[in-house]
């Protein structure tokens, strides 16, 4: 995430690497069984129309089992997925 920031040279990044500390019990999850559209449309890695089409998705199906269930129907992209994975939970 640090790289994606606009003006963050890599060069930097790889200075402080070894310093950066990412304490994974500390993430808030997102739950889409019961997010709102503006919650998950907030997060800066989903556009609101992903966000749409995740609540539109559990209402016409029923509660998501898995967050995977988000790239194997097609919902967001693999890319997508890649990034917000680790802030979303379905339970």
Avoid at 11 to 27: A, H, L, Q, R
Avoid at 83 to 88: A, D, N, Q, T
Wanted: charged share 25%; no cysteine; aromatic share 14%.
């Amino acid at each position: 995430q640090l790289k994606e920031v606009y003006g963050f040279k890599t060069d930097f990044y790889y200075e402080i690497s070894t310093g950066v500390i990412v304490d994974k019990s500390k993430i808030v999850r997102v739950n889409i069984n019961f997010a709102e559209r503006y919650e998950l449309s907030k997060h800066p890695y989903l556009t609101a129309q992903e966000a749409e089409d995740i609540i539109q998705f559990r209402n016409k199906n029923g509660a998501y089992q898995d967050v995977n269930e988000l790239t194997n129907k097609g919902i967001i992209s693999e890319q997508t997925f890649h990034k917000i994975s680790p802030y979303l939970t379905v339970r």
